[in-house]
């Protein structure tokens, strides 16, 4: 089984109802976790508003998502921009604000708690950040990964569109998948 099917998406009301369970651990000041889950939140917001892949959501630094009003992708620069929305604005714009970085060039989340390493956290850490935050909220989700929350955006996507034709081609342009493996993707 390759990777990218290797855990399921997440359907919307599901990652909505994590996000507002995040929410509230967040808001408990006496939460010692509360800025790591502040940092978490925020790239699991945008890997399912905008669906990047690892490598791309884990470079995204403050200045890239905050105060713009779409993200450019730079790793995947052959995807074309993508608004910012209010809800994915609000998310980045409160963790921002209980992160409150050294600089808006920092990443993040990186290797070094400053986030100006110059090195964005690896992959297999955000997996496993991925792996215990659903674990704490009850979610089941085999091999949590970015490919989760990519897949995530690819079904809201293809859900709010009516899961038409068109879409499904938009889809795997833009995701870089074949045409008919895109409903496998998506499924849950």
Do not use: C
């Not at 935050?133 to 809201?156: E, H, M, N």
């Amino acid at each position: 089984m390759s990777y990218q099917y290797s855990s399921r998406p997440l359907e919307w009301k599901e990652f909505k109802k994590l996000m507002r369970e995040m929410n509230r651990s967040i808001a408990d000041k006496h939460n010692i976790y509360r800025k790591k889950y502040a940092q978490i939140q925020t790239l699991m917001a945008i890997g399912a508003y905008l669906g990047p892949l690892a490598m791309e959501l884990l470079s995204i630094k403050w200045n890239q998502v905050r105060g713009v009003g779409a993200y450019f992708f730079v790793n995947e620069s052959y995807r074309q921009p993508l608004v910012i929305d209010k809800e994915l604005k609000s998310i980045i714009d409160k963790n921002y604000n209980i992160v409150n970085p050294l600089s808006d060039q920092a990443y993040i989340i990186s290797e070094n708690a400053a986030g100006l390493s110059g090195k964005p956290l690896a992959p297999i850490k955000f997996n496993n950040m991925l792996d215990n935050v659903f674990k704490q909220f009850g979610i089941d989700i085999p091999s949590p990964s970015s490919i989760t929350l990519r897949r995530t955006f690819a079904r809201k996507v293809w859900q709010d569109d009516g899961g038409s034709e068109g879409i499904t081609q938009e889809l795997a342009m833009e995701l870089r998948l074949y045409a008919g493996s895109v409903k496998r993707y998506i499924q849950t």
